[in-house]
């Protein structure tokens, strides 16, 4: 099984404040790499898949990178509605979720 | 617009077997492969079971394999998800989750529903 390990595990920024997320899989998983956004009490939102491509709908602030093991989430400028848990995703032959890293209103 | 409402979930002794159900609406449910997951109250994501759109192909994660399965309606817009041999450690809200890509997979999530509280408790 593939292990994603998420950095950090919380994000304290500001609004208009860049935030980065960092994903990590134990081995290599290509560019199959997804991002999620969870707010409270909802279900998890699609953000990027294939590493770097924006689902449909995603503002152009949310933008993904990376190949292999190391993948990042960038949110250009936190809006008040970017305030949330994000998960990062593989679909290996057994598909795994990151631990997730909340971002927090400093 | 796409819609999965899920049903089923309730509270069920160790042991006990429970069926969840997910009412699709809004797209082509015959030709999109379905995924469950499942949350632990305060906890992250897990990956629970994968069929594809025809019924053709089922995966499981490790933890349920042998005990849950996946299975679906297509003239019903309905999946399904039977729960046998429930333990205390499948205690979370179960989603069903759409996969993007039709007459195929990607293995990612494009839509989910608002899921089901399952509790596993004496």
């Known amino acids: 099984e593939i292990v994603l390990t998420q950095s950090p595990a919380t994000l304290s920024l500001s609004p208009g404040e860049r935030a980065t997320l960092s994903c990590r899989a134990s081995q290599s998983v290509s560019s199959y790499l997804a991002w999620y956004q969870q707010k409270p009490g909802q279900a998890p939102r699609l953000l990027i898949y294939d590493a770097s491509n924006r689902a449909t709908g995603i503002p152009a602030r949310f933008s993904g990178s990376g190949s292999g093991t190391d993948f990042t989430l960038t949110i250009s400028s936190l809006e008040p509605e970017d305030f949330a848990v994000y998960y990062c995703?593989?679909?290996?032959?057994?598909?795994?979720f990151g631990g997730g890293t909340k971002v927090e209103i400093k | 617009q796409v819609q999965l409402v899920e049903s089923g979930g309730g509270v069920v002794q160790p042991g006990g077997s429970l069926r969840l159900s997910c009412a699709a609406s809004?797209?082509?449910?015959?030709?999109?492969?379905m995924h469950w997951v499942r949350q632990a109250p305060g906890k992250g994501l897990e990956w629970v079971a994968f069929?594809?759109?025809?019924?053709?192909?089922?995966y499981y994660a490790d933890s349920v394999k042998g005990r849950f399965t996946i299975s679906r309606d297509n003239s019903k817009n309905t999946l399904y998800l039977q729960m046998n041999s429930l333990r205390a450690e499948d205690t979370a809200v179960y989603y069903c989750?759409?996969?993007?890509?039709?007459?195929?997979?990607?293995?990612?999530?494009?839509?989910w529903g608002q899921g089901t509280l399952v509790t596993v408790s004496s």
């Open positions: 989750a759409k996969d993007p890509k039709g007459f195929g997979e990607t293995y990612y999530f494009d839509y």
């Open positions: 809004g797209f082509t449910f015959s030709t999109y492969g």
């Open positions: 995703q593989q679909r290996g032959n057994q598909l795994t």
């Open positions: 069929l594809r759109y025809d019924g053709s192909n089922k």
